[in-house]
């Protein structure tokens, strides 16, 4: 963020004490702690060492709290080793309290209220960093005013996107500032209106371009990661190509956001990481992901919620299938599909009818994003939800029945028609949304017949293209993709560390 930009956004936030940053958080208590121990050092001298409170003895040590607070900062207290483990912070600490001691000394201040600065200073700012480390203690409300920013803006990778173009469009409803990191692979026109709005920034580049990544990352208070190929016939393209795209990147996603202090992340998986299974399952259930798509989903999950930090709060949500109209409309998810063949040619064809699927609106995808950004951290810290509602689980020959319904409110005869499958697709599976409701008090806005009913509308008034077209098409995009992922020179474009700025 500029200076400018940042000095605009604090005085917006005013000055109480709920709106402090992270960092100012720790300044504000290192000094008050520091400024409180030269009142006591003050005060020992006036009282039991007389002669020891002229102006000359005293300046150097008024200064204690300024120098004590410059050390910090010099040795990286607010940047680099906030982060760090207590132990360090502590021997950081007693070091800076020590060479603000000698100063004070060598500028003529007493010693024994030096030292007495030193101790009564000592016991606050490294008991307070040992506190916040306590198990009992990470899960308070005090840790999440420490260490998060939680006023910088909010990261979604993959913005641009289907579900992406709901959660920017979302979060800036709500008042955030949004940030968006996406290669644009389906254009910019879905995310052409937020252009240009105060609260809204734009990166064009690949999540694993390691300086795109990091300038967007820089500052952020969350990173929602929606980047990434979808559907089994796209992850089928190249093999190579996927896995970087959906698993290398989403480690580097968590690197980035852990080493720039970005401590909630929030990640986009899938229902489909359940494969084929005979009950209901929930977050419990093994996985048994029956396609690379869902292998990478499956493997990106273990990547984020392994070896993970205390104060870095990991959310996985695994996404039902997702229906409903957006600015970058999808046609290869079946309730959209249906609707367009509704629409379109008057008839659904039908491939295995009786698989169960959980459905979910793109908006309210969104809206669970947003329930989980606003949760307590300790709430929703490596927890793994399904995002769908119970009411919305239905078979496929259900839905055509209910798209060919909603369909014939505006235009005559839709028939729905069987047909036998090429190549069976093997999912079938019941999910419990259970967890999230409970939780998060999470349920869907949007019922089935409600978002069939805004596309058909859509399609009425021909605000799409042919639905068949290329520009929708994620199995055309991705082969483009491949393209240049195996061209050098745009390798080197993406990968070769440049001089910035
Ligand atoms: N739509 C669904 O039914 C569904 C269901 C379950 C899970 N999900 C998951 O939700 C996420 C978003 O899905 P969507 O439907 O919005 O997909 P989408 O294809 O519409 O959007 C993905 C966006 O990410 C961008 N992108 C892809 N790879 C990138 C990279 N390496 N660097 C930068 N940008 C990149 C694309 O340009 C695109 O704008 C995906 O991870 C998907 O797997 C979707």
Known sequence: MRPTAWIRARLDRGWSLSSLGANEARILFDVAASAAAVGAAVGFLALFVPGSTSFRQTAPLLMAPILFIAWNVVAGLYT????????????????????TSVICVLLGAPAAGVVLWGLIVTAPVILGRLFVALPFSRHTSLVTTLVTHRHGPVLVLGGAGYIGWHTVDLLLGRGYEVRVLDRLMYGRESIAEFVGHPRFELIEGDVTDITKLTAAARNASAMIHLAGLVGDPACAVDADFTR?????????????????????????????????????????SAVNPLSLYAQTKADSERELLHALRDDFFVTVLRFATVFGHSKRPRFDLVTNLFTAQAMIEGRITVAGPDQWRPFIHVRDLARAV????????????????????????MTIGQLAELVATVSREFRDSVTVTLREQAAPDRRNYLVSFEKIRSHLGFQAETGLADGIREMARNFASGSYQNYRDEVYSNVATTLRAVETFYDPLESQRLYTPRRVG
């Open 80 to 99: 680099r080793l906030r982060i760090a483990a207590w132990q360090r912070k502590a021997v950081v600490l007693f070091g800076t309290v020590t060479a």
């Open 244 to 284: 970087h795209t959906n698993i290398v990147a989403t480690r580097m996603a968590k690197e980035v956001a852990q080493s720039l202090g970005v401590y909630r992340f929030v990640f986009a998986s899938s229902c489909s990481v359940y494969g084929l299974s005979d009950g209901e399952v929930d977050e419990l």
């Open 370 to 393: 947003l329930h989980v950004l606003e949760a307590p951290p300790e709430i929703v810290q490596s927890q793994v939800y399904n995002v769908g509602d119970r009411r919305l689980n």
